[in-house]
């Protein structure tokens, strides 16, 4: 599924308060964007924006981040956001490959929901949880590393229990159908569309010290 591209996405852009500009410029120090020292976690691939939105209205002490490559998707969230923005949450215009350029060792949590799974075998390592991404994640890990992942396609999931099982990580609370667990969950707008056509949701938790 894709976003329709939004036509003055460069205005919404220039015009918002929370989005983080020159964001080089505070590497190895995003505590003091934010002005306090509670733990950063990232998403990376925000979409629209309503599940980091709503998981930071539920947790004001811990400081979120909202990552999109492209403009027009980011101007999407940006738009959700704008309805209640919040203290503890900024956006940043960011491909994640360029993850490490931006942060030293200071993201204590990234969570993966409904990334681009690149169903070719030739495309595998572009997939967030390949090792060439979970190499550059090593880098901005503030101490044990956390990775949350939802999707809703079966061969995404399975390439990222085999990526993040060699790499070392320890995976827990998966599940083949999320939305039939007690798991506490904020769901994105695409897991929504998702679970009215009966589609089953991914989910793990993946932890390395």
């Given amino acids: 599924m894709r976003l329709r591209n939004v036509k003055n996405a460069q205005d919404i852009l220039n015009n918002c308060s929370f989005l983080i500009n020159n964001p080089q ?3 190895g120090d995003f505590k003091k964007l934010f002005g306090n020292n509670n733990p950063i976690h990232i998403e990376i691939g925000m979409g629209k924006g309503k599940f980091i939105s709503s998981l930071a209205a539920a947790n004001p002490n811990i400081n979120y981040i909202g990552i999109e490559k492209m403009s027009s998707i980011l101007a999407r969230g ?3 956001i704008e309805k209640s923005p919040l203290d503890n949450l900024k956006v940043m215009r960011l491909d994640a490959l360029e993850l490490a350029d931006i942060f030293a060792a200071e993201i204590d949590r990234i969570y993966l929901n409904f990334s681009d799974p690149w169903p070719k075998n030739r495309h595998a390592k572009r997939r967030l949880t390949s ?6 994640y090593d880098k901005i890990f503030a101490g044990q590393k956390v990775i949350i992942q ?5 061969k995404l999931f399975e390439s990222s229990i085999e990526f993040l099982s060699t790499y070392g990580y320890i995976l827990k609370n998966i599940s ?5 667990t007690d798991k ?3 769901m994105t707008e695409y897991e929504e569309k998702f679970s009215k056509k009966g589609i089953k949701i991914k989910y793990l938790e993946a932890y390395k010290d």
């Avoid at 090792?131 to 550059?136: E, N, V, W, Y």
């Avoid at 939802?150 to 079966?154: M, S």
């Fill in 176 to 180: 083949l159908d999320l939305h039939k």
């Fill in 25 to 27: 410029n505070y590497k």
């Fill in 150 to 154: 939802k999707t809703d396609n079966d």
């Fill in 78 to 80: 940006i738009q959700t």
């Fill in 131 to 136: 090792h060439t991404f979970l190499k550059i």
């Fill in 184 to 186: 506490k969950n904020y």
